[in-house]
């Protein structure tokens, strides 16, 4: 992709999910998610119904009148995308792959965070960290990671979330808001799920294709394993074949639902044929 049609593309994915951001989603991620406490703000004079305990009892006694403490939000978060770049994620059947929804969500939730004047970063991984960029505040900085998320070539081909989810753990100190956008065909990472899911709030985003459910009936094919690499010839029309890669795959999506669930982590399923906006307001709203 050269550069004009790089910034583009960029441009478009702006507009689009900016516009989603400041009229959808801005006020419903601020309410979902929370500052780390109260700071006080200024005193005021009391009013019928305010809670006694913010009486400022030293100015209450300098004017001979009840004052109050006013108290604002402490706001700043830290939002953290952690993006599955491996080689399953350039699977789609319908209008899009499911790497172009991803980065459309994640460019949506970054312009989210932005209004809310929150810091944004970006972890891109596959069965090892391919990029880390260090959360930031400001529409330069998101755009950057949408150019990101459009252009960049994996080293790897294949996954392995638990050291993604290891390397996010050691570089976020405080609290973040931390969402893994991926298919999650992916294994053993529900004990290292827990851990992180101790001292972040995480959201898995489950971004698949209805296609990948099962195997049609169409003989003999030859298939690639689009994170191995591996080629076989495949007889679909063997009712043990479709059922076995059936099974396969309902194994990873009820690992990946058991494994958030034990973890008090939350999750989104998103097909790509599906309205993400919808899913991602529906998510906010039921935990706001």
Request: charged share 30%; proline share 2%.
């Amino acid at each position: 992709m050269d550069t004009k049609e790089l910034l583009k593309k960029v441009r478009k994915i702006e507009i689009k999910t900016r516009r989603l951001s400041d009229h959808i989603f801005g006020g419903e991620y601020h309410s979902t998610f929370k500052g780390r406490g109260m700071t006080f703000s200024e005193v005021r004079q009391y009013n019928f119904g305010d809670d006694v305990r913010n009486i400022d009892w030293n100015v209450t006694a300098r004017y001979h009148e009840p004052f109050v403490k006013v108290f604002e939000e402490e706001r700043e978060l830290t939002m953290m995308l952690m993006v599955d770049v491996s080689g399953s994620e350039l699977f789609g059947t319908e209008q899009q792959f499911k790497n172009d929804v991803i980065t459309e969500i994640a460019a949506t939730l970054a312009f989210s965070a932005t209004q809310n004047n929150d810091k944004i970063g970006l972890i891109l991984f596959s069965d090892k960290i391919e990029l880390y960029i260090p959360p930031k505040k400001g529409r330069s900085h998101v755009l950057r990671i949408i150019r990101e998320l459009l252009e960049f070539k994996p080293e790897s081909k294949e996954t392995n979330l638990a050291e993604a989810l290891k390397f996010m753990q050691n570089v976020m100190k405080k609290k973040a808001i931390v969402f893994i956008l991926s298919d999650f065909i992916s294994d053993d990472y529900q004990h290292t799920m827990k851990i992180v899911s101790g001292k972040h709030d995480v959201t898995g985003i489950r971004v698949f294709d209805k296609r990948e459910e099962s195997i049609p009936n169409i003989g003999v094919v030859q298939m690639q394993d689009e994170e191995t690499g591996e080629s076989m010839l495949v007889n679909t029309s063997s009712k043990s074949v479709r059922r076995d890669y059936q099974k396969f795959y309902f194994d990873k999506v009820d690992y990946f639902k058991d494994s958030f669930a034990k973890s008090g982590a939350g999750t989104i399923d998103c097909r790509v044929d599906e309205s993400y906006v919808k899913k991602l307001l529906g998510y906010f709203k039921r935990r706001a």
